[in-house]
């Protein structure tokens, strides 16, 4: 099964002096074989606040070998339901956190990801979070 990384590994892996060993063992792993999947929310989140020319192009041709699944209208309105259903319960998240859940649901992905808001989304969405 192809897994969406969210920007948090993504950031663990490339941005951190020093990063989760595990986390960037299971990262390489998908990468090796062939089962990360990109959306363009979650690169620009990655690439925004890089004031270093030269950081940001590195990682900008790092990422360009993962292609983003194209986002279609339907991925958005699915995302504003699962923001309501959350919601409906009391649980806030980020625009972009649904529209992940959003798009890993409706492509059949699994989640990548370290943080523990998606924990309490997959209580009320049909979500997989990869163990």
């Not at 590195?58 to 259903?85: R, W």
Request: with cysteine; net charge negative.
């Amino acid at each position: 099964m192809k897994v969406l990384v969210d920007t948090c590994i993504w950031s663990i892996a490339l941005r951190r002096k020093n990063p989760d060993t595990e986390i960037i063992q299971k990262l390489q792993d998908l990468i090796k074989d062939d089962r990360v999947s990109m959306i363009g929310p979650i690169r620009q989140e990655i690439l925004s606040g890089i004031s270093n020319g030269r950081q940001f192009h590195k990682l900008k041709k790092i990422l360009s070998a993962f292609e983003d699944i194209l986002l279609v209208t339907e991925h958005y309105e699915a995302a504003a339901e699962f923001s309501n259903i959350c919601r409906s319960k009391g649980i806030q998240g980020s625009t972009i956190d649904f529209l992940i859940c959003a798009v890993a649901h409706m492509e059949n992905l699994e989640i990548f990801t370290s943080d523990t808001d998606f924990e309490n989304y997959s209580r009320y969405l049909p979500i997989e979070l990869m163990k």
